[in-house]
T-cell receptor
């Protein structure tokens, strides 16, 4: 049973508009969350994180929102750029000791010029 | 360049072969991980090492054998694999005890089992 779910396998957005990628989780013990971006033939690269003591974290064009009661997080990219086209993974872990992250299946974002 | 280097980048092997994947991190981290990425599946955590000690074995078949001789190096020894083991194998490292717990990934080793 998947503990971290990304229900949209793909998303297309026009350049300059907002991209919203969603992630749901089932384990209430998760309290640290990451978003990764992956280009073909490369390893995932870290984008942004959020801990459960916050409901929002912002870094430049990227903002992550966490709704603990709904067990839902989202990544907002604004404005979207063609270089943002990649697969985005969310990951969750309990923040204790070694982080054993559970990943979602990913959402492929395509930003149209 | 993430500071995590994996070799080889591509490997083709028969089911009776023995091969190894290598990972080296230059970040001074104390935890290292093996993940498996199969098509249309989430990244699956295989093994975790913390200060060279294995702290997690996520029900991985014994045909995969990890080795962590020191905090900078991690190996995955492969023996009598099956075609369904074909996947991208990703190594990652992190600094345990740090506030972020961010994983740094290598570029992966693409394995094909014939």
């Amino acid at each position: 049973d998947q503990q971290v779910k990304q229900n949209s396998p793909s998303l297309s957005v026009q350049e300059g508009r907002i991209s919203i990628l969603n992630c749901d989780y089932t384990n209430s013990m998760f309290d640290y969350f990451l978003w990764y971006k992956k280009y073909p033939a490369e390893g995932p690269t870290f984008l942004i994180s959020i801990s459960s003591i916050k409901d929002k974290n912002e870094d430049g064009r990227f903002t992550v929102f966490l709704n603990k009661s709904a067990k839902h997080l989202s990544l907002h990219i604004v404005p979207s750029q063609p270089g943002d086209s990649a697969v985005y993974f969310c990951a969750a872990s309990e923040a204790s000791g070694t982080y054993k992250y559970i990943f979602g299946t990913g959402t492929r974002l395509k930003v149209l010029a | 360049e993430t500071g995590v280097t994996q070799t080889p980048r591509h490997l083709v092997m028969g089911m009776t072969n023995k091969k190894s994947l290598k990972c080296e991190q230059h970040l001074g981290h104390n935890a290292m991980y093996w993940y498996k990425q199969s098509a249309k599946k989430p990244l699956e955590l295989m093994f975790v090492y913390n200060f060279k000690e294995q702290t997690e074995n996520n029900s991985v078949p014994s045909r995969f054998s990890p080795e962590c001789p020191n905090s900078s190096h991690l190996f995955l020894h492969l023996h009598t694999l099956q075609p369904e083991d074909s996947a991208l194998y990703l190594c990652a490292s992190s600094q345990d005890g740090a506030n972020t717990g961010e994983l740094f990934f290598g570029e992966g080793s693409r394995l094909t089992v014939l």
